[in-house]
């Protein structure tokens, strides 16, 4: 059964560290809202797995926020919600779920060129999702994909300026500079934290799409529509648990967040016994 009271925490969860890029939209827009933030970095990174594992990652993480009496999950991970958005919403009926799409729709909407790019993992091209997100919003326009799993490792180090990081960069997105893109939709929460450099590289005419707002904007409609909303001002407080290193995950909090949030932040390790995910660090 969800948490129907207001007062109850809204659960995130991501591979790692991409789901920060929305969390700090949620603040943003929710502030008196409690979050309990999931990072499976013991598993990171999803893009290169099975639809099948992913499922399994994100079945056993939503289990756990459930039993910690979230209100509301709030998918923050492309991928897992490009394997695994439909078959939550099955497993855990009275949860409401919020997932992530490509945001292919603004993007075809406002091309001039008539060349719209997406990055995002293997995993995310490959699922129905983003066929269908494809086939419904992007008629008459060209679509050329990119998959950027190294985005994901340097946004997991902490590493967004770098001169490896802005080669990087360069190596994936040249080709679609090259293609006469106009629209970049970030399709992976872990690549707004690498946005300045992906500006730099595609040049000021090419608009940037990170669905983050829109998602906060969305699981703000949806606690609103049932009534769940904590109307407090600004005392929300957020738990961080990860299945990876606490300590690596305050390190690359503080180099993405910065240090006023990474320094007093709550942050516990999970591991996982047997495909059920639980609190404390691995032995
Ligand atoms: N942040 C994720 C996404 O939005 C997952 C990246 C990964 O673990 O490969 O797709």
């Not at 091209?125 to 066929?131: D, R, S, W």
Request: charge should be neutral; hydrophobic fraction near 45%.
């Amino acid at each position: 059964m969800p948490n129907q009271a207001s007062e109850a925490p809204i659960g995130v969860l991501d591979s790692g560290v991409g789901g920060l890029s929305v969390l700090r939209e949620l603040r943003a827009q929710l502030p008196g809202e409690d979050v309990l933030y999931v990072a499976d970095q013991g598993h990171v990174p999803y893009g290169p797995r099975s639809i099948r594992d992913v499922q399994a990652f994100s079945v056993g993480v939503a289990r756990f926020l459930i039993k910690r009496g979230v209100k509301l999950v709030v998918v923050a991970c492309n991928t897992a919600s490009a394997a695994a958005l439909y078959h939550l919403r099955e497993t855990f009926p009275a949860m409401p779920f919020v997932g992530m799409e490509p945001a292919v729709k603004p993007a075809a909407r406002d091309t001039h060129s008539g060349v719209i790019g997406v990055i995002a993992t293997e995993a995310t091209f490959q699922g129905e999702l983003y066929a269908s997100v494809v086939g419904r919003f992007a008629q008459g326009v060209q679509v050329k994909t990119r998959a950027c799993p190294e985005f994901v490792l340097l946004a997991e180090a902490g590493d967004t300026h770098s001169p490896a990081a802005r080669e990087a960069v360069h190596r994936c997105l040249a080709p679609l500079v090259e293609a006469g893109i106009d629209q970049l939709v970030l399709g992976c929460t872990h690549f707004p934290f690498l946005n300045d450099l992906i500006q730099a590289e595609v040049g000021p005419h090419v608009t940037i799409i990170d669905p983050g707002p829109a998602v906060a904007r969305q699981a703000g409609r949806v606690l609103a529509a049932r009534g769940l909303l904590n109307g407090r001002d600004g005392s929300g407080r957020v738990t961080y648990l990860t299945s990876g290193g606490p300590a690596a995950f305050r390190m690359a909090l503080r180099a993405l967040l910065g240090a006023g949030i990474a320094d007093s932040a709550e942050v516990r390790a999970l591991r996982w016994d047997g495909g059920q995910l639980v609190e404390g660090s691995s032995a």
